[in-house]
């Protein structure tokens, strides 16, 4: 079962009333159990840097690459593994969360009875297991995932793309952005990048309101998780929809990111790199405005330019 037909029982719409209407912040602070140590960003490793004919050796710091599991637990049920995906450790509830909505698993906030890291694991995956427990029952049959999501995962084909239609209702109008506000934008994301700082090799999401101030960003060595954090955070804050905000992905744009966006209520998505073809089609069905190649005073419109104000 692809990711956007894994949406299709719980209406995008409707999906979007109950966060915006329910209050988290109580539930957040009974049920998110995190350990007092947990999986760092970066890892400690040991280099020869090369500069022309001169070579030293040196410390330096990689980006943390570990699978998370991501388990299920209906009420009254064991707890069942939906996912595993290859992720930098940090916000790990937030990517659980995330993906769940946007699997649409979580449909309602009130559905969600706790998030924990499991420790009924081997020593060596302790904190790399997180468990979504609810409330409610819920059947993962049609959910459950036999592989490992990365990075470069993606979803093709004209059955996927007649799927997201029926999981995702298009996106609301949404705000007009100012182009001058969007030139400005990846210098902010670039500014905001700790981890990215520290190694050089991490992809970021991050939200930014019509006058291009920052709001969230997330880090992560899959694109795709870098959003399924940002779109947790946002759960958790009781931010959904965010149909007032840019999206900034420091890579391409994907189906997948079209797609969670869409089920995050983003109207407007743009990158540093270029979209893909089911992307570009995706977001136009979607109502969304699709901008690619962000770089300096350029960028190109793919889809939906009304929401962009090209003389400010």
Same mark, same amino acid.
Request: aromatic share 6%; proline share 6%; glycine share 6%.
């Given at each position: 079962?692809?990711?956007?037909?894994?949406?299709?029982? $719980?209406?995008?719409?409707?999906?979007?009333?109950?966060?915006?209407?329910?209050?988290?912040?109580?539930?957040?602070?009974?049920?998110?159990?995190?350990?007092?140590? %947990?999986?760092?960003?970066?890892?400690?490793?040991?280099? %020869?840097?090369?500069?022309?004919?001169?070579?030293?050796?040196?410390?330096?710091?990689?980006?943390?690459?570990?699978?998370?599991?991501?388990?299920?637990?209906?009420? @009254?049920?064991?707890?069942?593994?939906?996912?595993?995906?290859?992720?930098?450790?940090?916000?790990?509830?937030? /990517?659980?969360?995330?993906? #769940?909505?946007?699997?649409?698993?979580?449909?309602?906030?009130?559905?969600?009875?706790?998030?924990?890291? #499991?420790?009924?694991?081997? +020593?060596?995956?302790?904190?790399?297991?997180?468990?979504?427990?609810?409330?409610?029952?819920?059947? !993962?049959?049609?959910? =459950?995932?036999?592989?490992?999501?990365?990075?470069?995962?993606? !979803? #093709?084909?004209?059955?996927?793309?007649?799927?997201?239609?029926?999981?995702?209702?298009?996106?609301?109008?949404?705000?007009?952005?100012?182009?001058?506000? /969007?030139?400005?934008?990846?210098?902010? !994301?670039?500014?905001?990048?700790?981890? *990215? =700082?520290?190694?050089?090799?991490? $992809?970021?999401?991050? #939200?930014?309101?019509?006058?291009?101030?920052?709001?969230?960003?997330?880090?992560?060595?899959?694109? $795709?998780? +870098?959003?399924?954090?940002?779109?947790?955070?946002?759960?958790? =804050?009781?931010?959904?929809? !965010?149909?007032?905000?840019?999206? /900034?992905?420091?890579?391409?744009?994907? *189906? =997948?990111?079209?797609?969670?966006?869409?089920?995050?209520?983003?109207?407007?998505?743009?990158?540093?790199?270029?979209?893909?073809? /089911?992307?570009?089609?995706?977001?136009?069905?979607?109502?969304?405005?699709?901008?690619?190649?962000?770089? @300096?005073?350029?960028?190109?419109?793919?889809? $939906?330019?009304?929401?962009?104000?090209?003389?400010?």
């Amino acid at each position: 079962m692809s990711r956007a037909a894994a949406a299709t029982n $719980h209406p995008p719409r409707a999906f979007h009333a109950h966060w915006a209407s329910t209050t988290l912040a109580a539930m957040a602070e009974r049920t998110l159990r995190t350990p007092p140590q %947990t999986r760092r960003p970066t890892t400690a490793s040991h280099i %020869t840097a090369v500069d022309g004919t001169q070579a030293r050796d040196r410390p330096d710091r990689l980006v943390t690459e570990e699978p998370m599991e991501i388990r299920v637990r209906s009420a @009254g049920q064991e707890a069942q593994p939906l996912a595993v995906t290859m992720r930098t450790p940090g916000h790990d509830f937030e /990517l659980a969360i995330g993906f #769940c909505v946007t699997e649409g698993i979580v449909a309602d906030p009130g559905d969600v009875a706790e998030v924990a890291y #499991c420790l009924d694991v081997p +020593a060596e995956q302790h904190y790399n297991v997180v468990t979504v427990g609810l409330r409610t029952h819920f059947d !993962l049959g049609a959910h =459950e995932r036999r592989f490992v999501a990365n990075a470069s995962c993606g !979803l #093709c084909g004209k059955a996927t793309l007649e799927q997201l239609e029926v999981s995702c209702s298009p996106v609301a109008p949404g705000p007009r952005v100012a182009r001058s506000v /969007l030139v400005a934008l990846p210098r902010r !994301l670039r500014d905001a990048q700790a981890v *990215f =700082e520290t190694t050089g090799g991490l $992809h970021a999401a991050a #939200c930014f309101d019509v006058e291009g101030a920052l709001t969230v960003v997330r880090e992560d060595i899959g694109r $795709h998780n +870098a959003l399924d954090k940002l779109i947790g955070w946002a759960a958790l =804050e009781r931010r959904l929809p !965010l149909s007032d905000q840019v999206l /900034l992905v420091s890579g391409r744009v994907s *189906f =997948e990111i079209v797609q969670k966006a869409a089920v995050a209520g983003i109207p407007l998505v743009c990158a540093v790199s270029a979209p893909s073809s /089911l992307a570009v089609d995706a977001a136009a069905r979607l109502d969304q405005t699709v901008v690619g190649f962000l770089r @300096g005073e350029h960028f190109n419109v793919y889809t $939906h330019g009304d929401r962009i104000d090209f003389d400010a």
